[in-house]
């Protein structure tokens, strides 16, 4: 349930970008990877704080989605929904390659350290030792989701959001300034994939990333199967399936040795 509800943060935002631009977009994994590897580096090769490092990363990653979405993607907005769900591929390969360049600069791709919360907090539900990164999970997940729903029901532009995504077009007519939420969509979208990578890899380690810091393949087929059983659309039903799919992704690995079932 702790996997599927991170995961969730990765379902979330293609969601929200679907429900905003009717496009898939299949770098939703890699969008926050250059972030979390940053604080990831901050971290450990320069011992900053770990919380510090986390909002430094995640502010990169705020920084790169509002980037991409004005020197790319506002490029495409006219263009078919088909082209731009093929640009997110390009997208995610150049992401994913700066984010396995950044150790390599840095120190040469040794990284001898541990990206590790300093909570000592833990409980157990035996075999499992859940430490203070399952925690840190469990409180950090569920405020998230909180604050994403007051933010697109309460707020002016959360609102405008939701307006636009029913109908851009008359939106744009009564003054709501479509190409600013645009940017603002794909900045959440950064935050909540750098997010889900920063609340991972402290459970996990680096390994299970196999060289890519979202975790590749999996992680897209788990997170967009989610999106999807939300018809595109419910946040809600989204993060449930997510969290599902994470359980039935555990389940599998238990019983079989091999998570590949899943997949």
Do not use: C
């Not at 390599?104 to 590790?116: D, L, Q, Y």
């Not at 196999?210 to 393949?217: E, F």
């Amino acid at each position: 349930a702790v996997f599927g509800a991170i995961n969730s943060l990765v379902a979330i935002s293609i969601v929200l970008v679907y429900r905003a631009s009717r496009v898939v977009n299949f770098a939703a994994a890699e969008f926050g990877s250059v972030g979390a590897v940053l604080a990831i580096e901050l971290h450990i090769q320069d011992h900053v704080n770990y919380f510090a490092a986390l909002l430094a990363g995640l502010a990169a990653a705020e920084h790169i989605g509002a980037l991409l979405e004005v020197t790319v993607f506002r490029r495409f907005a006219d263009a078919p929904r088909l082209i731009v769900a093929v640009v997110t591929i390009g997208v995610a390969q150049l992401l994913n390659g700066i984010s396995i360049l950044i150790p390599v600069e840095w120190t040469n791709g040794t990284n001898a350290g541990t990206f590790s919360t300093p909570w000592s907090a833990q409980f157990k539900i035996a075999p499992v030792v859940f430490n203070g990164n399952y925690v840190l999970a469990i409180l950090v997940v569920p405020v998230v989701l909180v604050f994403l729903v007051w933010f697109l029901r309460f707020t002016s532009y959360g609102v405008a959001i939701r307006a636009a995504a029913d109908n851009a077009d008359r939106a744009q007519l009564l003054g709501v300034p479509v190409g600013r939420l645009a940017t603002i969509i794909w900045t959440i979208t950064g935050i909540l994939s750098a997010l889900a990578v920063l609340l991972r890899v402290p459970i996990v380690g680096f390994a299970s990333f196999d060289g890519v810091s979202s975790g590749g393949l999996p992680l897209l087929l788990e997170t967009l199967t989610a999106a999807v059983i939300g018809g595109m659309t419910s946040l809600p039903t989204t993060v449930v399936a997510a969290v599902g799919l994470g359980v039935v992704d555990q389940l599998s690995a238990w019983t079989f040795r091999d998570a590949n079932y899943v997949d």
